[in-house]
Nanobody, 114 residues
Framework: QMQVVESGGGLVQAGGSLRLSCVAS????????MGWYRQAPGNERESVAT???????NYADSVKGRFTISKDNTKNTVYLQMNSLKPDDTAVYYC????????WGRGTQVTVSS
């Protein structure tokens, strides 16, 4: 069984930065890709950024140029550096790990005040 745990959320003013971390632990199977998703109140969960084993990345249009996803394979960890944060970025951020089957973390709250 694999577990995925996020950390690094919090309250920040508009224009500020946060760095989220996601660690996969337990019985680690071959990870195909990992990513960050977010869900704001009343909205559906949406993809924010994904990264493949070879390092290829993909971003939602709303975060391009502001967010950067990266990973450390030695630590089974993926990061999301979020800069120039806006109130619209307020959401619960979830880490997703595709290891043949999908694993979701419980989420970390990001709140951006105006």
């Amino acid at each position: 069984q694999m577990q995925v745990v996020e950390s690094g959320g919090g309250l920040v003013q508009a224009g500020g930065s946060l760095r989220l971390s996601c660690v996969a632990s337990g019985t680690i199977f071959r990870i195909k890709n990992m990513g960050w998703y977010r869900q704001a109140p009343g909205n559906e969960r949406e993809s924010v950024a994904t990264i493949t084993p070879d390092g290829s990345t993909n971003y939602a249009d709303s975060v391009k140029g502001r967010f950067t996803i990266s990973k450390d394979n030695t630590k089974n960890t993926v990061y999301l550096q979020m800069n120039s944060l806006k109130p619209d970025d307020t959401a619960v951020y979830y880490c997703y790990c595709n290891a043949g089957i999908g694993y979701w973390g419980r989420g970390t709250q990001v709140t951006v005040s105006s």
